[in-house]
T-cell receptor, first 114, second 116 residues
């Protein structure tokens, strides 16, 4: 389809392992966002990419979290040395890149840390 | 700093009732954008509406209507004649135009349950 695609849809891993979450935005969308949604909670902004500009990493909760966006398209969110509190749904969204444009969300990756 | 407050954590209504979801925002900007998103049980957030700060006209789309009032910094969402399929978590969000990073701040969400 033409929507935002995230993989995997579910990820279960042991505490201390590294994980990589992938987001494939809508073609032509220059802006890409990562959010975290803990169970029953709202959306927590993590990081934002816009074109070739330096990403806004102000929402990343610790230095264990990092993200890349290669070629202005696909993005990978990496969590190193996972902790149980990292368990959440990680949502990716893309938009046409201006503040007045709605964001289109993927289905998310449900991450469970044992 | 921008902030969005959705004071209603959960609302439960019976089908065909009208229901209003409240959203109050804080911003120092004169130019900003407000959004509502719906997150059904399936999990994917669905965009519902966008308003800019210069347009205070209320909007109606079918059973959905939005009341934007700058005087009270509110952007409330009303569903008339609610249906079971309206059951979802609804998020209000704010984006400030002056920010280069365009990050959107979401409220905590309101879980709406419509019972048959």
């Amino acid at each position: 389809g033409a929507g935002v695609s995230q993989s995997p849809s579910n990820k279960v891993t042991e505490k201390g392992k590294d994980v990589e979450l992938r987001c494939d935005p809508i073609s032509g969308h220059t802006a890409l966002y990562w959010y975290r949604q803990s169970l029953g909670q709202g959306l927590e902004f993590l990081i934002y990419f816009q074109g070739n500009s330096a990403p806004d990493k102000s929402g990343l909760p610790s230095d264990r979290f990092s993200a890349e966006r290669t070629g202005g398209s696909v993005s990978t969110l990496t969590i190193q040395r996972t902790q149980q509190e990292d368990s959440a749904v990680y949502l990716c969204a893309s938009s046409l890149g201006m503040g007045n444009q709605p964001q289109h969300f993927g289905d998310g990756t449900r991450l469970s840390i044992l | 700093a921008q902030k969005v407050t959705q004071a209603q954590t959960e609302i439960s209504v019976v089908e065909k009732e009208d229901v209003t979801l409240d959203c109050v925002y804080e911003t120092r900007d004169t130019t900003y954008y407000l959004f509502w998103y719906k997150q059904p049980p399936s999990g994917e957030l669905v965009f519902l509406i966008r308003r800019n700060s210069f347009d205070e006209q209320n909007e109606i789309s079918g059973r959905y209507s939005w009341n934007f009032q700058k005087s009270t910094s509110s952007f409330n969402f009303t569903i008339t004649a609610s249906q079971v399929v309206d059951s979802a978590v609804y998020f209000c969000a704010l984006s400030e135009a002056r920010r280069n990073n365009n990050d959107m701040r979401f409220g905590a969400g309101t879980r709406l349950t419509v019972k048959p």
